[in-house]
């Protein structure tokens, strides 16, 4: 039994470690202005949110994270970020373009 609680508390802390990471294709959005998105045709809202990590500067970057992988599953190539919130984690809210 002690094994089993060992073993839990380690996959579930590993899980916590590591945040959320860009995928190839977030890796090529790119954060732009509102002066630039008007070239731009707007896909949506996409929201990247985070609670699990060691820090809020861990957090606010897997949040950034997730913006950008989510502006590329809509076929984007950049993001106006509208709000970052961090606080017991964090919260980050961009309109995605592709341009």
Do not use: P
């Not at 508390?9 to 630039?36: A, H, K, Y």
């Not at 500067?57 to 984007?76: C, F, I, P, Q």
């Amino acid at each position: 039994m002690r094994n089993l609680i060992i073993i839990t508390l380690l996959l579930t802390l590993s899980g916590c470690l590591g945040g959320v990471e860009v995928s190839s294709q977030g890796n090529m959005v790119r954060q732009i202005s509102v002066r630039d998105s008007n070239e731009c045709q707007h896909l949506g809202v996409v929201l990247g949110e985070e609670m699990l990590g060691w820090t809020q500067a861990g957090d606010r970057r897997s949040a950034l994270n997730k913006v950008r992988n989510k502006t590329a599953e809509l076929g984007g190539n950049a993001y106006v970020l509208n709000d970052v919130t961090v606080q017991f984690g964090a919260s980050a809210q961009a309109d995605a373009y592709k341009c």
